[in-house]
């Protein structure tokens, strides 16, 4: 009798726990919301990791600079190289060229491609590219090869311990960023490439909010246009004045094939703690 009894109880509880298991089962949903979220943290990193700036940085200290400092870069060389005479300050640090219409041509029909220019003395010029979601990179650089370097360009003397605005003087500056062009095949969106890399200070390479326009915020237009499955012609110019080592400032511009973004902006190479010797790329630390 207690055998039968035992058994009966077993065909009981085996139900039960194949039942208690399919509960289980049921809360991996959870699991994948999870790695949902890790996948939207991974893909905000990717948006600023090309601009050298980590998901905790103190965006707060990217103040935009004056617009007499911004201006101090723009001499006559510059004014010519940048192909128009309306040229308005934004009021957060940039500089709006031609009414934000630019001449780039966004009705060609190609494969995606980046490619980059030297000047006439070797210096990292232009970056000119034609993008769609598939060149977008999402990947932190450590994961695809792209981590930090030891390369430094032309005029790269950094300073460090500054105070009231971005702790260090310089990043290595793109002229076509990791999470743009970075899903390109054969493209080196390394931080390494002579081509493509310049000296640019920390706030024109990191600042990306409405009140501090550096290159950062006029990329994250380009960004968001590719995520939402828009195609996007794409060209940075760094403006050298005369022989200089350090650029005085990014000319960026970009139209879409749909028409829905275009912006023609120059990104003055500038921050409100320093002066910078152009020629050599010596900084003085100011407002300390």
Known sequence: MRFRFEKKLWKLIIPLIVVLGVGGISQHPQTSDAASAGVEQLVSWGQHYDKGQHPNSNNSRMAPPSQQQAESVLSAGVRQQLGTTNIKWNGNGAFILNNNQTGLNAGISSAPYAVNRLDSRGRAWQGDAWLNRTTRQYKNRNQTGNGATNWKPAGFLQAHNLKNGPNHAYDRGHLLGYALVGGIRGFNASEANPKNIATQTAWANEARSTNSTGQNYYEGLVRKALDQNKQVRYRVT?????????????????????????????????????SINYATGAVTAINQ
Do not use: C, M, R
Not at 254 to 267: E, H, I, P, R, W
């Open 238 to 274: 760094d403006v050298y004045d005369g022989n200089n080592l350090v650029p005085s400032g990014a000319h960026i511009e970009a139209k879409s094939a749909d028409g829905t973004l275009q912006y023609n902006v120059f990104v003055p190479n500038v921050q409100n703690n320093i």
